[in-house]
């Protein structure tokens, strides 16, 4: 099976920044995409960025031109950089990664959310 874990989140004021990470492990053959989503009580899971293996992107409106999205495939790890954060990005926030396992089967793992929150 392929864990995901993720760390960084926490509290900041508004205008301050985070960076989340998520670390793959387990049989991994191959990594495909890689992405962030977050979501609110209640709410569905909406995508926040995602990145491809060969490094292409691409973002929600609500944060293009304040977060960034970027990888390291030999370590498995995904990486977002939160800058300008607003109260309104105050969600618990998940990584998503498919790919292949040393077994030839697919996976589409997600890790356990870590809480952003935003004080105005």
């Known amino acids: 099976q392929v864990r995901l874990v993720e760390s960084g989140g926490g509290l900041v004021q508004a205008g301050g920044s985070l960076r989340l990470s998520c670390a793959a492990s387990g049989s991994i053959y191959s990594m495909n995409d890689m992405a962030w989503y977050r979501q609110a009580p209640g709410d569905q899971r909406e995508l926040v960025a995602r990145?491809?293996?060969?490094?292409?992107?691409d973002y929600a409106d609500s944060v293009k031109g304040r977060f960034t999205i970027s990888r390291d495939n030999a370590k498995n790890t995904v990486y977002l950089q939160m800058n300008s954060l607003k109260p309104e990005d105050t969600f618990v926030y998940y990584c998503?990664?498919?790919?292949?396992?040393?077994?030839?089967?697919?996976?589409?793992?997600w890790g356990q959310g870590t809480q952003v929150t935003v004080s105005s």
């Open positions: 998503n990664a498919e790919g292949w396992e040393t077994t030839g089967r697919n996976f589409h793992s």
């Open positions: 990145i491809t293996h060969g490094g292409s992107t």
